[in-house]
């Protein structure tokens, strides 16, 4: 039972770690319809970038912190001004095919800029397990996760009230829910844009704070994105609490799995099967668990 | 206008004189690097190693017996289907063709064999790759010495009973083997499970899905099964993350060992002081106290021409790429020797493999007196020695150690395994193995 227990506690914080990456997405796709294909180079960019700041400036980490947000905000209105704003009302396979260009384009600067070595990443996250945890009760949890899933629970409660309380926030809502009504009342797209990839900058920083810490910064942190995917599908691509109940459904079904049915069928389901789940899940709920139901008129 | 005379004559005369330079006989070498993608942290410290052996050959001999060598990088980024694309688009470059590859993915090894043979060009899969191509008699282009991934894993078992005390001390052990489920990551299965019946313990295989960054369900699976010893199969961030849980759940780092892709700096400094113990297969030293890598700093960094950073020279994976390099132009220097000239190709220098024999004189003659071990190559071994070491982490000291003699493999474990799988491509690619003398 213990064993069960462990297992369980592991896949919700592993899936904590998933929303993390899932949010940026969500952020993006409720404002602007667009599925940014780009989210988990973001995030590699924004650690590739801290590091950067740490190791090559010698910048403390609050400062190095700054830096980065502030190259994220940079990034996002680059974004608008180069991309997006050339391809308003265009087809939303259009806007995902620019975002696939826009994951090339950040990951070659990323390299350039930055180089393709592995990086330590060391802000001060605790890490290893918690000690407490595995004397006192023989469970063995990350306390990397445990940071992550606090950290996580604070974004939301961010993102709640900026969506909720601010003017900002309320704008991003009103052109998530009818572009054309929200600039009929003189609402700004382009300034929508710019803020609502700023704050998915944000957040891809924060995935990639939490990712780059368990394993280094490098390169394949991109592929972190194919996590969320699943994660994604489950939650519904526009609910923010989606993605992390999402998340904490996935990393807890794919734990499981590899764990009392990976002995039966020769191990490594834990990718294949976040995606099974995530599709058994559409045959009930094609908007996902907390998705907007779509009702199209005919 | 008479110097403008002056200068269009002296053009026009320079024309010849820059044309035979052009025109002089090189030796193409590609190189099918990754320097981009999740692979990138390993695939560059090899390809710079590899890269800047040769160069300093050309800067410093004038390239080998007097014939520069010609390297034609192409960008892999550990892709199979790219790999493919820069053997087709690199094999007929130069005078020479393409000489040999070295691809660095047992992925691409795997589809470039049948290529080889088709059009006579060497694969040299330095330690990985298809096992049984160590059977010379039924891949006469393919090499993949100076070990194979089935003797390093016999080599492990030995280190195993040396520590538990003996051979017969193996039995009722519990090893775990963690591995890439992948091509590369499942070939010394077999092997183990011979070993694994032949001395009573038990193996338990666990995968771990590309890329590998996420493991938790695989290392809960260790915590609550406890084996006494865990083995793996990784590369790229499989390796960092695998440390890292280890260390995590408290696993002792030296009853942890990795194979020889699983043993560089990249591997055990994002785990810090953790990795400290851990051990990784190894046949060559690492490290940058070799003639050889004066020389390179000498003829190749302080001109400006070294493809990475100088303070990495020595590094494990660029020791790598650098072995790999010493080993080809000494097959390319034997293939001029066996030919009588220094116009070669690839049929040319698959002699030259063929009958390679670097010896701890010549190692020495060369810049790495005990680097590697001997290598002599046959005709029907195309494996060489077989010999694997095991080498340590100091965290502290952030340097790796080799920590046991260099042990023989269980040759009547890995003979007949190879053997068999060598005649089974035999027989589905109708290939008659040629007769050996």
Redesign the interface.
């Known amino acids: 039972m213990t064993f069960f227990i462990e297992v369980t506690l592991s896949g919700l914080m592993a899936g904590v770690m998933y929303s993390l990456v899932a949010l940026g997405f969500v952020l993006i796709f409720k404002a602007s319809g667009i599925f940014n294909f780009a989210q988990g180079v973001m995030a590699l960019f924004a650690a590739l970038t801290l590091v950067g700041f740490m190791d090559e400036f010698g910048m403390p980490i609050w400062l190095a912190i700054i830096g980065t947000i502030a190259v994220m905000i940079a990034l996002a209105w680059v974004i608008e001004r180069v991309m997006l704003r050339h391809l308003v009302n265009q087809e939303p396979i259009i806007l995902f095919m620019a975002t696939i260009g826009l994951a090339y384009v950040l990951e070659g600067l990323g390299d350039i800029l930055w180089g393709s070595d592995v990086k330590m990443l060391d802000i001060g996250i605790p890490q290893g397990a918690s000690d407490w945890m595995l004397d006192t009760f023989d469970i063995y949890i990350e306390k990397l996760e445990i940071f992550a899933a606090a950290t996580a629970a604070t974004l939301v409660i961010f993102l709640a009230i900026f969506f909720q309380k601010t003017r900002i926030g309320r704008a991003l809502r009103a052109v998530a829910d009818d572009h054309q009504a929200a600039l009929s009342v003189g609402i700004s797209l382009h300034t929508i844009w710019v803020i609502v990839w700023s704050v998915s900058g944000i957040v891809a920083l924060v995935a990639g704070i939490m990712w780059g810490s368990k394993s280094g910064v490098q390169f394949s942190l991109s592929l972190i994105a194919l996590k969320a995917l699943p994660v994604l599908i489950l939650g519904g691509f526009t609910s923010v609490p989606g993605a992390i109940i999402g998340g904490m459904i996935i990393g807890v079904g794919e734990k499981l799995a590899e764990v009392y049915l990976g002995p039966f069928v020769g191990g490594a389901l834990e990718n294949w099967f976040a995606y099974m789940l995530a599709l058994a899940f559409l045959l009930f709920r094609p908007q996902g668990l907390f998705g907007e139901r779509i009702i199209e008129r005919v | 206008m008479k110097s403008i005379t002056k200068t269009l004559v002296a053009a026009l005369l320079a024309v010849p004189l820059l044309g035979g330079t052009v025109s002089a006989y090189e030796l193409t070498i590609p190189t099918l690097d990754y320097?981009?993608?999740?692979?990138?942290?390993n695939g560059?410290p090899f390809a710079n190693g590899f890269s800047d052996y040769l160069t300093m050959l050309n800067e410093r001999d004038g390239g080998i017996n007097d014939t520069k060598i010609n390297l034609v990088p192409c960008e892999t980024a550990y892709n199979t289907k790219r790999g493919v694309e820069c053997y087709e688009n690199t094999k007929g470059q130069g005078d020479s063709g393409a000489l040999v590859y070295q691809p660095l993915s047992t992925g691409i090894t795997y589809q470039l064999i049948p290529k080889s043979s088709v059009d006579r060009i060497p694969i040299f899969s330095m330690g990985y790759g298809r096992t049984s191509a160590a059977n010379g008699k039924v891949f006469p282009w393919v090499f993949n010495f100076p070990a194979t991934y089935w003797s390093q894993a016999t080599v492990f078992v030995q280190y195993i009973a040396d520590k538990e005390g003996g051979m017969d001390k193996l039995k009722g052990k519990k090893i775990a083997l963690v591995y890439h489920?992948s091509a590369y990551g499942k070939e010394p299965i077999r092997t183990l499970e011979s070993a694994a019946a032949k001395f009573g313990f038990e193996l338990m295989?666990?995968?771990?899905?590309h890329?590998g960054?996420?493991q938790?369900?695989?290392w809960?699976?260790i915590?609550?099964e406890r084996p006494d010893w865990v083995m793996m199969w990784g590369w790229?961030?499989m390796n960092?993350?695998a440390i890292?849980e280890a260390?995590?759940?408290?696993f002792p780092m030296d009853h942890f060992i990795g194979v020889w892709w699983s043993g560089s700096e990249?591997d055990v400094?994002?785990a810090?002081d953790?990795a400290d113990g851990y051990l990784s297969g190894a046949f060559h030293q690492p490290g940058d106290n070799f003639p050889a890598h004066d020389d390179i700093k000498k003829h190749v960094y302080d001109k400006g021409k070294g493809h990475g950073e100088r303070d990495r020279i020595g590094e494990v994976l660029y020791n790598r790429g650098l072995v790999a390099a010493m080993w080809t132009s000494e097959a390319v220097r034997k293939a001029m020797e066996i030919h009588g000239t220094n116009k070669i190709k690839g049929v040319h220098l698959r002699d030259g493999f063929e009958a390679l024999d670097v010896d701890e004189a010549r190692l020495k003659e060369l810049g790495l007196p005990n680097f590697t071990i001997p290598v002599k190559i046959t005709c029907d071994n195309h494996e060489g020695p077989g010999k694997v070491a095991l080498q340590q982490w100091d965290a502290k000291a952030k340097k790796w150690s080799i920590v046991s003699k260099f042990y023989d493999p269980l040759r009547d474990i890995t003979g007949p395994l190879i053997a068999e799988d060598s005649a089974q491509y035999a027989k589905e690619n109708n290939v008659v193995p040629r007769i050996c003398n």
């Open positions: 320097r981009t993608g999740p692979y990138a942290p560059i489920n295989l666990l995968p771990v899905d890329p960054q996420e938790k369900a695989t809960l699976q915590r609550k790229g961030v960092q993350v890292k260390a995590s759940i408290r990249n400094i994002p810090g953790k």
